[in-house]
């Protein structure tokens, strides 16, 4: 086992292969260290999440050590039959590679029992192996930009099903009309680790599973007859709250508020509490008041102004209460520094939850839709709320176009993966934000790609928020809270969680300079413990 750190509540344990791997996400899932919060499992790493205050990297690594790996545990789960038309793009091609015909190759997927170890990439995504193995197709050497959904394919040892349209470069030998991911089903997700897998020819007319459908929700009744009706969105405007944790097995990140300092104290001000459902903006949102309604503006500063029913005009603060009458209509203009500004209305908005949160999570398409003119926002989630801050302070030093700001660093979990030289240009380079830069990660460019000097494929592992990701072009990406769970390319450092709200407000043509509070730090099984079962 290696143990390596890959920021300050995260780590990777690595292991020597899948099966090893599942032992101990068995093992662990069974039998819980105290501390670890969440378990990511991948093809050859589990990435674990721990609460600090109450353990550590060192004292955890030490109590995994000990945990033999002999022992699987029952994984049993659904039956599923899925029905495949074999007219892949790549077929011929993976039959060259493993010097077969394509009809041999086609028994070979049908007549394999094919078992979910785990998922990531994108929800409802699964990784299946194969019960007789003999599977070790290589990815494309250049990625598709677009793959279609349902689209059944084959890398390294695994198969698996785009849910879907999305880039990648796994070898396509089918198409399945299945869905794997729909929001309107109870359990969104088709497959899910522990479930066993057989792939049938879609000519055939299979019988497939069918998975109950989510019974419709009630409409929510607001408390009090105030609403707000939606006259303008600006670039985009986004339901947030604290997001969706736990949700690994689906393939979901946590997603949420990009800033969540500044959702907080969005709430608190208003006297909700401080995960309810706020709007997050890039600017240009406008909205009318239909009643009597206290809100705030919190996080990028933006110009605020207030048009009262008789058309006289106000410019306000932010990071106070302010009432709206019946009529008022409230503006806010683009951020002067930063990107995203947070609105919060007293007594919390009545918003549609999926998976627990009303948060928009930008990859995996869940939550409410952005936000359209004409929409009627309902108010009055809560019943009892606190008492109105006065003295919440606004936050200060985000970045303008063209302006620099430092980010703290932990080097890890593949820093060794990179030239010397690479890990010193990733320090001593500004990094620009580029305008591809989205909820999913913020994409750097610098004069100097960062070289690699490892350069085999890296099997799919877990991945968090603040992860610098670095891709075949050298130029990285920044992950933040819409990040898929899992990915393929060496991540060469990660944030520091104190900073990922800050991250969250650089906006494109600003730049980055990263400096490292840890360096790279790793642990193997025997200095972890001198007791590391065999």
Known sequence: MRFLAVNLSSFLVELGSLDDTLALFDSLSRSPEQGIEEIIPAARTLLIRFQPTQTSMAKLAEQIARRPLTQRGQRSGQQVTIPVHYNGEDLSTVAELMGIGVQEVIRRHQESTWNVAFTGFAPGFAYMVSDNGGWRIPRRSTPRTR?????????????????????????????TELQMWDMAREQPALLLPGAQV??????????????PSRPCPQAQSATEGATLSVLATGLQTLWQDDGRVGKAAMGLSESGAMDKIALHAANRIVGNPVNSPCLETLGGFRARANGDVVITVTGAPCPVALRTSEGECYAVESYRPLNLAAGDEIHLGTPTRGLRSYLAVRSGFVVQQSLGSAARDSLAQVGPEPLCAGDILLIGAHQRCNAVLLDELPVVGLPAAGETVTLDIILGPRTDWFSAKAVEQLTTQAWQVTPQSNRIGLRLCAEQPLARCQHQELPSEGTCSGSIQVPASGQPVLFLHDHPLTGGYPVIAAVAEYHLALAGQIPPGASIRFNVIQSFVELTGSTASDHRAA
């Open 147 to 175: 793959i279609p959904a349902g689209s059944v394919a084959l890398a390294g040892e695994f198969s698996g099903i785009y849910p879907q349209a999305s880039p990648g470069g796994w070898q396509l030998i089918g198409q």
């Open 198 to 211: 057989r792939f049938v020819d879609g000519a055939a007319g299979a019988k497939t599973v069918s998975l």
